[in-house]
T-cell receptor
């Protein structure tokens, strides 16, 4: 069965650079969530989209932005990267309020 | 707002022994409850969930969890663990349907289960 696809799987950036993470939800899923998991930490909710509109916002820094496109894929844009942004970024998708399925994550390392 | 407490950060257990991973939550509204498992360098996989109905829920690989509303707990148990169960386990809650597309999860800090041969 199709799963949530995230790209890239690994990304290394320097401080103050910009990164773009992509998420392709399970077909027909209309909701996308982004989570950030720092080293040894629990996942923290960043932002979610339902039918291409932002539906909820968590602890997402102002340096980050995200959107969901007409084909339902989502991108998380991160600017002015800091060392503390190094983390595993998960995308999850669901069909409205049903169970959320997680992708494998993108490991971002800021050096 | 919701919060989740997993009392044990690490649990070592011998193979074929029983295990219980504890989870307590706090919320001002009713919630859905979940257990996710994360293997090294992998994503989060849903292990089991409680939405409504029977308070005892079971997974296909022998884990079970019981929702106790009075104690606000959702402990995870398995009567006999295998080496392959070694992973990190996260308890999570989500508020009962709070609006379209609003299904955000609040996670606990995780419990690392190490199964010893």
């Amino acid at each position: 069965a199709a799963g949530v696809i995230q790209s890239p799987r690994h990304l290394i950036k320097e401080k103050r650079e910009t990164a773009t993470l992509k998420c392709y939800p399970i077909p027909r899923h209309d909701t996308v969530y982004w989570y950030q998991q720092g080293p040894g930490q629990d996942p923290q909710f960043l932002i979610s989209f339902y039918e291409k509109m932002q539906s909820d916002k968590g602890s997402i820094p102002d340096r980050f932005s995200a959107q969901q496109f007409s084909d339902y894929h989502s991108e998380l844009n991160m600017s002015s990267l800091e060392l503390g942004d190094s983390a595993l970024y998960f995308c999850a998708s669901s069909l409205d309020k049903d169970e959320a399925f997680f992708g494998q994550g993108t490991r971002l390392t800021v050096v | 707002a919701q919060s989740v407490t997993q009392l044990d950060s690490q649990v070592p257990v011998f193979e074929e022994a029983p295990v219980e991973l504890r989870c307590n939550y706090s919320s001002s509204v009713s919630v859905y409850l979940f257990w996710y498992v994360q293997y090294p360098n992998q994503g989060l996989q849903l292990l089991l969930k409680y939405l409504s109905g029977s308070t005892l829920v079971k997974s296909i690989n022998g884990f079970e969890a019981e929702f106790n509303k009075s104690q606000t707990s959702f402990h995870l148990r398995k009567p006999s663990v295998h080496i392959s169960d070694t992973a990190e386990y996260f308890c999570a809650v989500s508020p009962l349907y709070s609006g379209a597309g609003s299904y955000q999860l609040t996670f606990g800090k995780g419990t690392k289960l190490s199964v010893i041969p």
